[in-house]
């Protein structure tokens, strides 16, 4: 009886163990700065320096979570998430500054350029007292900090 209780017990903490089980991240790391030519009809054409870094601990499978900094050409900085389903991309900012806050939502597919670094198109949607703004950026990664296992896609822009 003791012997069946025992193998009871060890059967359901290890499948509970297993349940808890997080799958490992096997997505391309897009991790780097990257620089951001832009354009909207609030601001006209601008340029800011974006940071994507992988949150490998909130990261699974396929799905890559990342911390967003972005600075713009006047030193304001501004923080927000991203996540990364394969080589498409949600963005997230919150444009916080003194008196008003604004968030931006933007979608990109992240490639390879001709010259193989990661590039993408952010096309954004800033919300403001009005209409809100739409706008779009090309961005090119500088440096990576990503320890790479996998820079996919291979696929180029």
């Known amino acids: ?17 297993i349940a808890e089980a997080k799958s490992n991240f096997v997505g391309a790391n ?11 009809n609030k601001v006209g054409n601008y340029q ?9 601990a909130a990261s699974r499978g396929s799905i890559g979570i990342y911390d967003f900094h972005v600075e713009t050409e006047n030193s304001f900085a501004y923080k927000g998430k991203a996540v990364a389903n394969l080589n498409k991309v949600a963005f997230t900012l919150s444009m916080t500054e003194l008196s008003s806050s604004e968030f931006s939502t933007g979608v990109a597919t992240i490639l390879k350029n001709k010259a193989g670094k990661f590039a993408y198109t952010n096309h954004y ?23 790479n296992k996998s820079d996919k896609p291979a696929a180029t822009m």
């Open 1 to 17: 009886m003791k012997r069946t209780i025992i193998a009871s017990l060890l059967l359901t903490v290890s499948s509970v163990q």
């Open 30 to 40: 897009y991790s780097g700065t990257y620089i951001c030519k832009g354009n909207n």
């Open 48 to 56: 800011v320096q974006a940071i994507l870094t992988l949150n490998r």
């Open 125 to 147: 949607y800033e919300i403001d007292s009005n209409v809100g703004t739409y706008g779009k950026e090309y961005c090119v990664i500088q440096t990576s900090t990503k320890s």
